[in-house]
């Protein structure tokens, strides 16, 4: 048998024990995992010290390296996360529908785990214990596999929870680790019907189309965050200008970053100038269409590949609408289906947009930024879905499992 296959079965076998345990179970556990992650900070801070330098030594990115990164603060903020999935409500039971039938079934709709998650992701070692920390509380187990550049990271990460496991009633084996930079592993893990119940990927476009391509397993698509903020001919032009700010420049290698802005042309000309001036005071590089130039001389010229790229970088594509039908087609063209945002004070241009534009999460006077499981009071999450099935936006707790219909009877029979 094959490492991952072996690693998927202990998985299976374990989630079928998980799936009985009570929520102050997994709570326990979970808070046992977050002491021990504290105990074991020297030695997951040292493997990833070894990926950083790795991963210098290799040409990666900024945005990459800052996504990989570990530190004092970082570790304690994923133990924070762990002990705040241990607060939030536990799904599994929960009857979402319940109703009777003239024959007199009764029939539940409950609440279920999902079984065994499989993720596939890239650089972040964080994703390693939300992950783990989210499927735990939902009820299933997970079989993760991330990519080489944090292989030390999650590595140290694995071990340390399996021991906070350890002393608990969770089995450890809710939790395995692929610790193996073959390719052919991921594609092996995503072709595990009948041991994995569904993948999710988290990385680049690169890696979710693989993904999409390649299983045969259940996928929801993540993460690729095309957005866009568009600056409407009635928007307050102060307030606009500190949502594009924020949406842009307050980190820019996330998905819910911004990496277009459409500008009314009756406002271009008074608030374009000065927007482009603050986002370049930030080091903020900006890509313009035509009209762009012709405003602000001495940009880079706008690519179609920029129109369509996810930049996760101090780089910010602009153009220039006639309206708000234009830039709604700006955006069915290459947008990615993740946030979308409006600035305006004219409440039925603000419906119009909020009603056709074709995303997981649409906004009026706000930023992309709050596309975050948090910031909407989910708790953690363990990706932003920008599919339509099953799932859609940041995915949380009830996002990770599924549903069975339980029916109760007095001796019914269907003549």
């Known amino acids: 048998m094959s490492l991952v296959k072996e690693l998927a079965k202990k998985a299976k076998g374990a989630s079928r024990i998980l799936a009985g345990l009570s929520t102050a179970a997994k709570n326990e556990a979970l808070e046992a995992v977050a002491k021990q992650l504290l105990a074991d ?30 530190n004092e603060s970082r570790l304690k903020d994923m133990v924070e996360g762990l002990r ?9 039971g929960e009857v979402i529908e319940t109703w009777t039938r003239p024959n007199g079934l009764s029939i539940d709709k409950v609440r279920v785990p999902m079984g065994v998650v499989g993720m596939v992701y890239e650089a972040r070692p964080n994703v390693t214990v939300d992950t783990f920390a989210l499927c ?16 030390n990271s999650n590595r140290a990460l694995v071990a340390s929870i399996k021991k906070g496991l350890a002393k608990t009633a969770v089995p450890v084996d809710v939790i395995q680790f692929v610790d193996s930079e073959d390719r052919k592993d991921v594609d092996e893990m995503l072709r595990l019907n009948g041991l994995l119940d569904l993948v999710i990927p988290r990385g680049g476009a690169g890696l979710i189309r693989r993904v999409v391509e390649t299983a045969t397993v259940p996928v929801i698509e993540t993460g690729v965050g ?10 307050d032009p102060t ?14 290698g996330v998905c819910n970053a911004a990496e277009s802005l459409l500008v009314h042309q009756a406002l271009a000309p008074s608030w374009l100038p000065t927007a482009l001036a603050e986002l370049q005071a930030q080091g903020v590089e900006v890509r313009g269409c035509r009209s762009v130039l012709e405003l602000v001389p001495g940009l880079t010229a706008a690519s179609e590949e920029d129109w369509a790229t996810e930049f996760l970088a101090p780089i910010i594509s602009v153009k220039i609408v006639a309206n708000l039908e234009e830039a709604l087609q700006h955006i069915q063209t290459y947008g990615s289906g993740h946030s979308e945002s409006i600035i305006t004070e004219d409440g039925e241009t603000a419906e119009k947009f909020l009603r ?9 006077n706000a930023s992309t930024r709050f596309t975050d499981g948090f910031q909407y009071g989910f708790g953690a999450e363990i990706g932003i879905s920008t599919q339509k099935l099953h ?23 269907r003549s």
């Open 41 to 70: 900070q020297h030695s997951i801070l040292h493997g990833n010290q070894l990926d950083l330098q790795n991963g210098q030594q290799a040409g990666l990115s900024p945005a990459l390296l800052d996504r990989l990164a570990l």
């Open 84 to 92: 705040q999935v241990a607060e939030l409500p536990d799904p599994v």
């Open 136 to 151: 735990l509380k939902a009820g299933s187990a997970v079989l993760l596999r991330g990519s080489a550049t944090a292989l």
């Open 226 to 235: 095309n957005c866009h903020i568009y600056v409407d001919q009635a928007a």
């Open 239 to 252: 307030m606009a200008l500190q949502i594009l700010l924020n949406a842009k420049c307050q980190r820019y």
């Open 356 to 364: 056709q534009v074709d995303a997981a999460a649409v906004y009026h």
């Open 391 to 413: 799932a859609r936006g940041p995915m949380g707790l009830r996002e990770l499992t599924s549903y069975k219909y339980v029916v109760r009877g007095t001796g019914q029979v």
